[in-house]
């Protein structure tokens, strides 16, 4: 059967893949971008984690230069700040917090000063700031910074008495180096002024007036507060009611902000986005974190080591187990809105294509989120919507596909028990059992035949979810629908699954109960047989079980009751990571199967016990022993790694070999017409390009009917082609006696079309 390029029929059309309100809702969920839990308690915002990471690298000049950001007047917020960071620190539930002020007074004391002036544009609105306190102090500042002309009216004659007015409980000192900060700003001074007098007889001359509280209410006593902060349109007045050093400088922050937009004839109220302290939604495990106490600082070295217990809060539960969220580097949020705009695009390139299609949709990322982020689903809705619009190309999942297809036809086989007409039950072992291991399957089959009351049919064939899987629905409907007819001429049995994914699939989208061969060997007790020689064994959970804890927990009562000494492996049960098999990944991109056969591997050096079949082979393909648990309980050998030929003749042969052995019917042997042999190499060759004996077959019967070849004069190879469903496979071959030898094979999607 040929998969058409466009499987749906509703051919390019324009299909939301959500709305926004739901795209926004889906990346809430993700909490990565989120502040870390200093920076979330710093109202001013002062990226707390990136100032520490800076002094643990010993690069002071970048620690400072960050903490300058956020004021102007450095030496004294440090100096008084109450540092509500330090009580947010993470690691205060273990031990002693960071010590953030002492390293923020570190990055001050040996980084670097950066005189020079602003390159910004002076405002033309005129300030005037009346007052002496620490909020009409930072108030100035930040005005000044903002390159508004600033004038500050005070009783004070020397900028050093202003500093003490403003500061009093501070060392003298820090007020020292506040001076040095205030000779850098363009601030003018009214020096020996009464700012009341002179905010009532100069006010109206400026265009933003500040002032501190007390004045601003003997002024305006109609004047409404808005918590820390006063603003009247009328007169452009910015004060507030402050406590501390912190709060000051976070009141003149705000009135900064307020009069740059009213400035601009805005409304200071709107678009400020979220002020102050907030609440971080973080999620940040200290599983493996060890409390520790704090390192005094005295010079350079001891706040690099202090700086360096910080654990540096992020949110990556979903990337540390997941190797396709690592081989992109991106987290689920970033990929969401990417893999969003990919399917919006009507015409052009989709960029996103192979990402949506290298995801395993295993679902592992669910589990290990805090907030149940699905990268799967959404990958897996991307498909379907792109495969609804026509947007979808068929190449990457159409070996797949026509692998699924030719398990539900050539290999396809459906039996009740003979002497049944109807059967209670049915064995489904499915494809990739049938394919690996059919010794496996067929001492499966008889046992259950022999032990299970009122009869068990049999069904070879695929549940479907490879087309689940490629996005392709309108063939997984067709195929469920295939399946449900076939069941319901074996009387509607309960089916006895061999494989994690099946049961789940089947469970999904048929009526009937479908249970585990697992289940069912624990109630009628394992093969009599003499049990495997005990040995530690690393379990790895199968993406089809998770969620599934009653699974989960029958395959490691069966292993011990074998003798296999479990080891604990980190990413097991609901958070094991997907072999590379799922989600079609190895034929949409092998890099990242590989990575995720490797990420599994990484969690022991014992051999690999498994209960889906996928995985046994992944496994086992990367050079790892690797065993099925039916090949433990029944004491049967797979082929380790049959290619993708052989994986289609086991099929065959499984079939023809159970109708002869069980219901006595012989098939007629399809033998070739021709000899064929293969050079050396070229086999392997042929299964990295996913290019089967049959397909070459092919190739060659179409050169016996039209006699086309290309000789290579220079090896003395001959070269023929044939186009078989949407793809065109070339092999280079040279004649035998009786036949051919092949020395190669390759195929492309290029239609070759000849001229007469």
């Not at 002496?132 to 009783?155: D, I, M």
């Not at 990944?585 to 996928?614: F, G, W």
Request: charged content about 20%; overall charge negative; some cysteine.
């Amino acid at each position: 059967m040929q998969i058409e390029e466009r499987a749906s029929t509703h051919i390019y059309h324009q299909k939301r893949l959500f709305t926004k309100e739901e795209l926004e809702a889906r990346e809430h969920l993700c909490v990565h971008e989120q502040p870390a839990y200093c920076n979330a308690a710093c109202p001013l915002k002062l990226d707390t984690k990136a100032l520490i990471a800076a002094v643990a690298a010993g690069k002071f000049d970048q620690a400072r230069s960050l903490y300058e950001k956020i004021t102007p007047f450095p030496s004294l917020l440090s100096a008084g700040c109450e540092a509500p960071c330090e009580q947010a620190c993470k690691l205060c539930s273990l031990g002693d917090g960071i010590a953030i002020r002492a390293l923020e007074a570190a990055a001050l004391a040996h980084g670097p000063e950066k005189r020079g002036k602003s390159f910004l544009r002076k405002k033309s609105a005129r300030a005037a700031v009346f007052g002496s306190s620490l909020f009409t102090l930072f108030l100035a500042g930040e005005l000044a910074k903002k390159r508004y002309p600033v004038t500050v009216f005070c009783a004070q004659e020397t900028p050093g008495d202003f500093l003490a007015a403003c500061a009093p409980t501070l060392p003298e000192q820090v007020r020292d180096a506040a001076l040095a900060d205030l000779k850098q700003l363009e601030i003018n001074f009214v020096w020996g002024s009464d700012p009341a007098q002179a905010l009532e007889s100069e006010g109206a001359s400026f265009g933003l007036i500040g002032a501190d509280y007390a004045l601003a209410l003997a002024r305006f006593p109609d004047l409404e507060a808005e918590e820390a902060l006063m603003v009247s349109r009328k007169y452009h007045l910015l004060t507030g009611p402050t406590q501390g050093v912190l709060g000051a400088a976070f009141g003149a922050k705000k009135a900064a902000l307020s009069a740059d937009r009213m400035a601009q004839n805005l409304d200071p109220a709107n678009t400020r986005g979220e002020e102050g302290p907030v609440e971080s939604r973080l999620y940040t495990s200290l599983e493996g974190v060890a409390g520790s106490q704090r390192i005094p600082i005295t010079d350079r070295g001891s706040a690099m080591a202090e700086a360096a217990r910080c654990i540096q809060c992020r949110c990556e539960e979903c990337i540390k187990g997941c190797a396709y969220l690592q081989h992109y580097q991106k987290f689920p949020r970033i990929l969401t809105r990417e893999i969003y705009n990919n399917v919006s695009i009507i015409m052009g390139d989709h960029m996103m294509n192979k990402p949506i299609n290298a995801c395993s949709l295993c679902g592992q990322c669910s589990f290990t989120c805090p907030n149940g982020y699905d990268m799967g689903q959404i990958c897996h809705m991307a498909r379907q919507n792109m495969v609804f619009t026509g947007k979808m190309p068929l190449a990457p999942h159409e070996f797949a596909l026509q692998d699924m297809l030719f398990s539900n036809e050539e290999a396809f086989l459906c039996r009740p028990q003979p002497g049944f007409d109807r059967c209670r039950y049915v064995f489904f072992p499915g494809c990739q059992a049938a394919a690996i291991a059919p010794a496996t399957v067929r001492a499966a089959y008889r046992d259950l035949c022999a032990r299970v009351d009122g009869g068990v049919g049999l069904l070879l064939g695929c549940c479907g979810v490879i087309s689940d899987w490629a996005g392709r629905y309108e063939l997984y409907e067709q195929t469920v629908e295939f399946l449900r007819q076939q069941l319901e001429a074996l009387g509607s049995p309960t089916v006895i699954a061999g494989c994690p994914t099946c049961k789940k699939s089947l469970s999904s989208h048929l009526n009937q109960q479908v249970v585990g061969i697992w289940e069912v060997l624990e109630t009628i007790g394992l093969p009599d047989r003499p049990l495997p020689a005990p040995r530690p064994m690393a379990l790895h959970d199968a993406c089809g079980a998770r969620g599934d804890a009653a699974t989960q927990q029958s395959i490691r009562r069966i292993a011990q009751a074998l003798g296999c000494q479990l080891a604990d492996t980190p990413y097991s049960g609901d958070q094991s990571p997907c072999c590379g098999y799922g989600g079609l990944t190895q034929y949409a991109n092998r890099e990242v199967a590989s990575e995720m056969t490797d990420k599994c591997l990484e969690r022991s050096d014992l051999p690999y016990l498994s209960y889906c079949m996928a995985c046994r082979d992944r496994f086992a393909r990367q050079g790892r022993e690797s065993v099925h648990i039916l090949e433990l309980i029944y004491g049967t050998a797979a082929d380790q790694c049959p290619d993708i030929s052989a994986k289609r003749y086991n099929r065959l042969g499984l079939k023809q070999q159970l109708l002869e052995e069980i219901w006595k019917e012989k098939l007629d042997p399809m033998e070739l017409e021709f000899t064929l042999t293969y050079a050396p190499g070229t086999e392997g060759q042929m299964d990295d390009r996913m290019i089967l004996k049959s397909d070459v077959v092919a190739v060659l019967r179409h050169l016996q009917e039209t006699g086309e070849a290309i000789l290579d004069a220079d090896t003395g190879l001959c070269v023929t082609r044939a186009r078989l469903g949407n793809v065109t496979f070339w092999v280079k071959y040279q004649e035998i006696p009786g036949g051919y030898q092949v020395f190669g094979a390759y195929s492309h999607r290029m239609n070759i079309v000849t001229r007469q």
